[in-house]
């Protein structure tokens, strides 16, 4: 087999500043490098120029169509296809594209989650190219990376937020460089790198399962027995059809330049993480979107199914996605590094103030942009950080911001008062600590990861929330530093009371312990263990005024946030509830009564065991037929509630309780029948048959 060219093969799908750079005049370049770095406006005539380059690369590549590729509020990607083609008079074509084409689009917009706020009839919508995202070429078709927003302007989609979060946390942090003297950086990105988990299955054995094809994961399953106990999954020896898979994939990532960095096996069986490298965050959550497309696509062509369910099998770890966050300037500098210089120090220590302060005060905000039903049953697990959010802040910082908080001398350096000026504290190791995998949000080196991200989850709602919130925190810090005669003093002022009235979401310790829920009840953290118990805090009027403030989220669009979770985590359960019940009345129960009746025309005088099995099998196909119609009562009860909350209360309180006991139920009786009553592929099969 020819040996792959990394370097050449890396971005040959992307219509890059490579690809822009070969392609439009000097002139040209120089005008959309303007756009894209400093956000000027978009000319007609340079957009022209863009379109035609752009279709003729896209042509050399195998295209014969293009698509505003879009991220409307159904957390998945959606694509309306156009040729290039244009009809002449004497009855040929030719393929052309023009720079209004490129750069606006008008798909129906009445079909796609608007949380009520949008009758039918209201269609129209519009796609704005995104310059700073790449185009890529992907099944003949050029897909260019677009803002999803209604005719009034109302952002349909969560790229147009991202977008302005981004606005808001460069024009803050901004105004606190200049006040350390910083008057070169023109501006600061976050940047995000992506962990995405996921578990590959057989696809024979997966369209076996009714559960897994209509809803992604398991809704019975005994346990096998063998699991994750002994530790010999995370990082094994790879299995060469995962191996094959794995090539495939990172050389298809590679093509759409995605810096696809690490591969392998995690902690559970047949579980497994990808990684990349870092890049600015809307570019980030783009590549990752895409990523997860493709994780499917190429499965399939393995004979795989990839799953991105948050939980897919019961009794093992779930999955999640880590969101490395950072913010850096357009002059390379990671505001986030501890730095070598106490002067970078003082500076470094403003930020993770204002970080510290902006978890504290938006608990809820951070619990909210991770909320999903698939995600609820995570968080809390033995795989996951709780549902309680707080900072890890590694030992050496700790011990920095201990000191502030006591105002004692810092045991790291010298044995002076702990002041914030620019000249008095010693460098911070960047390593200088072991990482915390039981907490949310963790300091690690010089990031931010939140872990508490749902493997299926698009990333664009976390970041949002992430650079809204620290926005918010900055301005107030700018605020309060700009014009100060002593800025020395009022910069050592402002951290040491804003680190006491935060303290309490630092905790360095381990967060499964049952300790640590009284401990932060006591601390007076929340603890949002479900969807609807988040939700019911995102209208608060302190989160009204901080979306609406920052310019990154209207009111009316957090209206309709709040009504398509609510509604979008009912529909998920009463999907599971389902196709639950037809398992049950199709699969479960007559898989029972086939062995019960095998059992009752074997001869047992000689041995009670038989009687005893059957006695058994008796009681649990009872007590399923019971917990069945239980569970449809309930879900009745939430498909009448008078409102989603209502409803989303209902499911979470009521019915997941009753999904699980006629869960238990079933899965007794799977542990029961033999191997050739069972009516679906066991845990076993699927975890380690491939």
């Known amino acids: 087999m020819a040996q792959t060219n990394v370097p050449e093969l890396f971005g040959s799908m992307v219509f890059n500043q490579k690809a822009m750079m070969e392609r439009l005049p000097k002139e040209a370049f120089k005008a959309l490098k303007k756009t894209v770095d400093a956000g000027e406006p978009l000319n007609i005539d340079l957009a022209n120029q863009v379109a035609h380059a752009m279709k003729e690369w896209a042509i050399e590549k195998g295209a014969t169509h293009f698509a505003h590729w879009f991220q409307p509020l159904t957390g998945i990607t959606a694509e309306k296809h156009d040729s290039f083609i244009t009809p ?10 023009s720079g209004k084409e490129l750069v606006k689009g008008e798909p129906d917009a009445s079909s796609f989650p608007s949380g009520g706020h949008r009758a039918v009839f209201e269609a129209r919508g519009y796609t704005v190219w995104d310059p700073s995202s790449y185009p890529f070429v992907k099944e003949h078709t050029l897909c260019i990376p677009t803002a999803f927003c209604s005719y009034t302007g109302e952002a349909l989609d969560k790229k147009a937020p991202l977008l302005r979060s981004m606005e808001a946390l460069n024009e803050q942090t ?13 501006h600061v990105s976050t940047t995000v790198g992506a962990e995405q988990e996921y578990f590959i299955v057989s696809e024979e054995l997966y369209n076996k399962r009714k559960d897994l094809r209509m809803t992604g994961r398991t809704l019975f399953g005994a346990r096998p027995s063998k699991g994750q106990e002994m530790d010999d999954q995370y990082f094994a020896a790879l299995n060469p059809k995962i191996a094959k898979y794995m090539e495939e994939l990172n050389e ?16 559970a069986p047949a579980q497994h993480e990808m990684a990349p490298i870092f890049t600015t965050t809307n570019l980030a959550v783009d590549q990752n ?78 619990r909210i942009s991770v909320a999903s039903a698939g995600n609820d049953h995570r968080l809390g697990a033995n795989e996951a950080p709780p549902a309680i959010i707080s900072v890890y802040l590694g030992d050496e910082l ?113 967060g499964y312990d049952d300790s640590w829920r009284a401990e932060a009840a006591k601390r007076g953290l929340m603890e949002l263990k479900t969807l609807p118990d988040a939700m019911a805090h995102y209208m608060d009027k302190k ?40 398992m049950v009345n199709k699969d ?73 006991n006629l869960r238990d139920s079933c899965d007794k009786i799977e542990e029961l029948v033999s191997e050739d009553c069972k009516p679906f592929p066991s845990y076993e099969d699927l975890l380690f048959r491939l």
């Open 398 to 510: 700790h011990k920095v911001f201990e000191s502030i908080y006591e105002g004692k001398s810092y045991s790291g350096g010298e044995a002076e008062k702990m002041k914030i000026g620019v000249d008095v504290l010693p460098p911070i190791p960047k390593d200088s600590t072991d990482r915390n995998r039981t907490s949310p949000f963790a300091f690690t080196g010089n990031k931010f990861e939140f872990r508490s991200c749902g493997s299926s989850l698009s990333l664009a709602g976390p970041n949002t929330t992430l650079n809204a919130i620290v926005a918010s925190a900055l301005k107030e810090f700018a605020d309060e530093l700009e014009g100060k005669k002593d800025f020395d003093a009022a910069l050592n002022a402002l951290i040491g009371r804003e680190v006491k009235a935060h303290w309490r979401i630092v905790f360095n310790g381990n």
């Open 252 to 267: 298809t990532l590679w093509k759409y330049g995605i810096l696809s960095k690490t591969e392998h096996n995690e902690a």
């Open 174 to 186: 901004l105004r606190i460089l200049r006040l350390f003297g910083n008057k070169t950086a023109t």
């Open 289 to 366: 979107q895409l990523t997860m497309e493709v994780m499917k696509k190429v499965a399939r062509r393995h004979g795989l199914v990839c799953l991105l369910h948050e939980k897919p099998f019961e009794g093992v770890n779930g999955s999640g996605k880590h969101n490395n966050w950072s913010m850096s300037t357009n002059e390379g500098e990671n505001l986030l590094e501890p730095g070598k210089t106490p002067g970078s120090n003082a500076q470094f220590l403003l930020f993770l103030t204002a970080i510290l302060k902006a978890v504290d005060e938006n608990q809820d905000l951070l």
């Open 543 to 582: 989160n009204v005024d901080l979306f609406t403030q920052m310019e990154v989220y209207t009111k009316q669009e957090m209206e309709s946030h709040y009504d398509i979770k609510l509604e979008k985590y009912a529909k998920v359960l009463n999907i599971e509830v389902n196709t639950m019940l037809e």
């Open 88 to 97: 002449q008079d004497d009855g040929s074509v030719i393929m052309s594209f």
């Open 588 to 660: 479960i129960l007559p898989a029972a009564f086939k062995y019960h009746s095998l059992l009752h025309g074997i001869n047992f005088a000689t041995s009670s065991a038989g009687g005893k099995v059957q006695g058994a099998l008796s009681k649990l196909e009872d007590e399923v037929y019971e917990r069945k119609n239980q569970l449809e009562s309930l879900n009745s009860k939430a498909n009448e509630a008078k409102d989603r909350m209502e409803a989303a209360r209902v499911y979470a309180d009521q019915v997941i309780p009753a999904m699980q």
